[in-house]
């Protein structure tokens, strides 16, 4: 049973190990997460857009070896 409590500062969750894996947990605490880090970016759509392709690019870059037979 999953338990919340909160005061004027802070909320508290209470999950028991044993209704979430590890990995569970990070996937269901990565948007608060995402959206702590961002809540204070000047950054426009646009610029983020850029940066995403940017990223992508870098990655495919990196490990396109994995994916593609360099036989071909």
Known sequence: MI???SNEKEVHVTIPRTDLTPEQLEKALR???FSRLTSHSQMSQSEAMIMAE????????QNEHLYISSNQ
């Open 3 to 5: 338990q919340i409590d």
């Open 31 to 33: 948007p608060f997460r």
């Open 54 to 61: 940017e990223s992508k690019s870098t990655w495919w870059q």
